[in-house]
């Protein structure tokens, strides 16, 4: 078994395949349910799709730290405030929020792909907009003394091709691409997803980056008090939009596929646990030890442009889907120019690390 140590290159390497192998898996077995390729019959409209998969990947999630115990605070944290009779953990008062911001980044997701013209396009803008985001974080939190490392210049020629890879699809996009600059509630989804996903991150390296000395950095707590939140949230804005009469197409949709509850609910619910092991990875790539929020959400999004790229390609050998366009390959080739710059800032911060002792760099022991 490959062992790692806590904050090495090697933890981070599997974080990245897990992330990379799930969401791969995930991104073909969209195919089986929605869409011209669809092999479910009859198969399920984007909402419905959306509806079990996300109720599969909260429950995979719910299950995982209930039964692992993640989330005990017992030694997580010695700060706890009153909140009336109750004494609960200080870190609470921001992980918690996070999780709400969670449920909204989710949804808002997927209503992005429905209300815009280009699938491709919402990609593009959704994938962008986090790396550029964890830039700004890191930036502020500099200029708040929360973070004391710096970001290196290979981290922002990075971010540079990152961006530029996210974006290259844009030079073959038509112009009504682009017309949910027009469209309100598409505007709308828009500012909630990136407003949601900017103060998510911005908690994240928060935690990380303010444990007093001799507190363990517990991603594990955090992630689990952030999926309870995020599913008591989700819950209650589902009861909401369920029970509300606006006469909107996503609402309409939403009410008709948990009304109607289509006779594969139980397999669409399966894949979204396979989504739901992406979040396990996902969240500690973005929390890892000592890296900048900048490093992390780049290997974060880059890992995912990589796996599109795969499902992609293992979706035309498998159902005949649309090859990998020149546009998909050249994204590609920057993103392994990014992955070769990260590569060189990933070398520095590690010995950086290493002379402060953050990180107890050991060698990859390999057992049978």
């Known amino acids: 078994m490959w062992k790692t140590a806590e904050g090495s290159t090697g933890r981070l390497v599997q974080l990245c395949l897990g992330y990379y192998f799930f969401y791969v898996i995930f991104g073909v077995a ?19 799709f959306l509806v ?20 005990r605070t017992g030694g997580k944290t010695d700060r706890f405030v009153q909140l009336g009779p109750l004494r609960v ?6 992980i918690i929020p996070s999780g709400v911001c969670t449920a909204v980044v989710i949804p808002t997701t997927t209503l992005m792909y429905m209300l815009l013209k280009s699938v491709m ?5 959704m994938r962008a907009s986090v790396i550029v985001i964890c830039r700004l974080i890191d930036e502020a939190q500099i200029r708040q003394g929360i973070l004391h490392k710096k970001v290196y210049w290979e981290e922002n020629v ?14 073959l996009a038509k112009s009504s691409d682009f017309d949910f600059l027009r469209n309100t509630a598409a505007m709308t989804v828009l500012c909630a997803y990136i407003g949601a996903y900017s103060i998510r991150i911005y ?14 950095l517990d991603n594990k707590w955090f992630f689990s008090i952030e999926q309870i939140a995020a599913s008591a949230t989700m819950v209650l804005i589902a009861l909401g939009v369920y029970a509300s009469s606006a006469q909107v197409r996503p609402v309409l949709e939403f009410q008709a596929a948990v009304s109607q509850v289509h006779p594969k609910w139980f397999p669409a619910t399966s894949a979204g646990a396979v989504y739901g092991m992406v979040a396990f990875f996902s969240v500690f790539i ?23 790229t795969t499902a992609t390609l293992l979706s035309f050998f498998i159902f005949g889907a649309r090859f990998p366009s020149p546009a998909d390959w050249g994204s590609l080739a920057l993103i392994l120019v990014a992955v070769g ?8 911060r590690v010995s950086e690390l290493a002379k402060a002792q953050e990180i107890a760099v050991r060698p990859v022991e390999v057992r049978s």
């Open 158 to 171: 990075a971010m540079v091709f990152a961006v530029a890879a996210a974006a290259t699809q844009v030079f």
């Open 203 to 216: 908690i994240m390296n928060y935690y990380k980056n303010t444990r007093p000395k001799g507190k363990p």
């Open 341 to 348: 710059f990260l590569s060189l800032a990933e070398k520095k």
């Open 89 to 94: 953990p200080a870190e609470y008062l921001y």
């Open 30 to 48: 969209t195919k089986c349910f929605t869409g011209r390729y669809a092999v479910v019959v009859p198969a399920m409209t984007d909402m419905e």
């Open 52 to 71: 079990w998969s996300t109720l599969g990947g909260s429950l995979i999630c719910l299950l995982v730290v209930a039964a692992a115990g993640w989330w």
């Open 286 to 308: 973005f929390m890892f030890k000592g890296r900048t929020a900048t490093f992390a959400g780049l290997v974060n999004r880059l890992t995912s442009l990589v796996a599109g």
């Open 121 to 125: 396009v919402a990609m593009i803008i």
